[in-house]
């Protein structure tokens, strides 16, 4: 079984940055798809953006293109988002995801999910 962790959440002021990671306890297969879901209070998940393993393929959500970054470390079996221009809109549990393909995790039919990381965006 592959299991999925996210750290880096936390609070932050308007306009700040932050980098959240997803560490895998083992390399998913190189056709699985990572990627980040975002869910707010009250409100229903969203996807964010994914990364292919093999290709490095990225794809993102029309809200926070150019403001965030989706990469991969391989040798780590870790995805990062870089998370810049931070808005209080942004303000959301965000959950690391993974997928047999992107359209699959672009509409949230995920194999795996972490336990998701609390990022708060203050006004």
């Known amino acids: 079984q592959v299991q999925l962790e996210e750290s880096g959440g936390g609070l932050v002021q308007a306009g700040d940055s932050l980098r959240l990671s997803c560490a895998a306890s083992r390399r998913t297969f190189s056709t699985y798809i990572m990627g980040w879901f975002r869910q707010a209070p009250g409100k229903e998940r969203e996807f964010v953006a994914h990364?292919?393993?093999?290709?490095?393929?990225?794809y993102y959500a029309d809200f926070v293109k150019g403001r965030f970054t989706i990469s991969r470390d391989n040798a780590k079996n870790t995805v990062y988002l870089q998370m810049n221009s931070l808005k209080p809109e942004d303000t959301a549990v965000y959950y690391c995801?993974?997928?047999?393909?992107?359209?699959?995790?672009?509409?949230?039919?995920?194999?795996?999910w972490g336990q998701g990381t609390q990022v708060t965006v203050s006004t």
């Open positions: 990364i292919s393993w093999s290709t490095g393929s990225t």
């Open positions: 995801a993974a997928a047999g393909s992107a359209s699959s995790l672009r509409k949230g039919a995920s194999d795996y």
